[in-house]
């Protein structure tokens, strides 16, 4: 995979910040360099900027504008999931995640995948050949993932629709020859277009993305049964009544979309 530099139109800078290594697209990275200088990390400075929205995940995402640009972004630190995920807490081994999340999410854009821009990410020190990891991604207004979706709290968007949505990523994820391994509810994005007529399904946490050359209808039932844990999972980690019915139409519908 290449370097951000490589895959993105966007020209990077890649700068220090006394032990911090900041990436950043070039017209941005000054102003960052500059959080970072008054609060530590990315994520500490945008923890103090009045937030119109927060959101959670694997730990907050804060919502900020960066000073002097229009830009408003998505700031997260990096956890660890799965099994070792007390072991390892937010410390990779070099060059960690970002890199890769950077380039894939070029890549994906230049193939029609949506997916958010990454604009930036910091590397700070966390041991011998170890990072903590910043990641900063153009935020997406008016949005909501996919189980938000299923558990009827996105009162903006109508549940046919986004179905409709996800059932097209699906589509086109498996003609692009692209495999997300995990793939859930949560990683895919709802967001209305502009003049709201119809929804768009955005593809997140795209680090983990492979490109295949596996024929398209293999990586449509992976991607698909990777989802369909993912929502049988929720349903039941929120004790919420699974529609069997619905989840066999769905799966099929997304089957004879994609053939």
């Not at 945008?46 to 119109?52: F, S, Y």
């Not at 960066?66 to 999931?81: E, K, L, S």
Request: a positive charge.
């Amino acid at each position: 995979m290449n370097s951000p530099a490589q895959s993105a139109g966007a020209t990077w800078h890649s700068g220090t910040v006394g032990r911090t290594r900041l990436v950043a697209h070039a017209s941005l990275h000054d102003a960052l360099a500059e959080c970072v200088r008054l609060h530590g990390t990315l994520h500490r400075w945008a923890a103090t900027v009045p937030q119109p929205q927060a959101l959670q995940g694997r730990g907050v995402v804060y919502v900020a504008s960066i000073p002097g640009h229009t830009d408003v972004v998505a700031v997260r630190h990096a956890w660890h999931g799965g099994l070792f995920a007390p072991l390892t807490g937010d410390r990779f081994f070099m060059p960690t995640r970002a890199p890769r999340e950077a380039a894939v999410s070029a890549t994906l854009q230049a193939r029609g995948v949506r997916t958010p821009e990454v604009l930036a990410y910091a590397l700070y020190p966390a041991g011998p050949g170890l990072r903590r990891v910043d990641v900063c991604t153009r935020f997406v207004p008016d949005a909501w993932d996919f189980g938000a979706v299923l558990a009827g709290h996105a009162a903006t968007i109508a549940r046919p629709i986004a179905e409709r949505a996800v059932i097209r990523l699906l589509a086109q994820l498996a003609r692009e020859g692209v495999l997300h391994p995990d793939l859930n509810v949560k990683n895919i994005l709802l967001v209305p277009t502009t003049g709201r007529e119809t929804i768009d399904a955005w593809l997140l946490d795209v680090d983990v993305v492979e490109f295949r050359t596996t024929p398209a209808r293999q990586l449509l039932a992976l991607n698909l049964a990777r989802l369909e844990r993912s929502i049988r999972k929720w349903h039941s980690r929120h004790d919420r009544a699974l529609d069997e019915t619905w989840l066999a139409g769905f799966l099929a519908s997304a089957v004879a979309a994609a053939t």
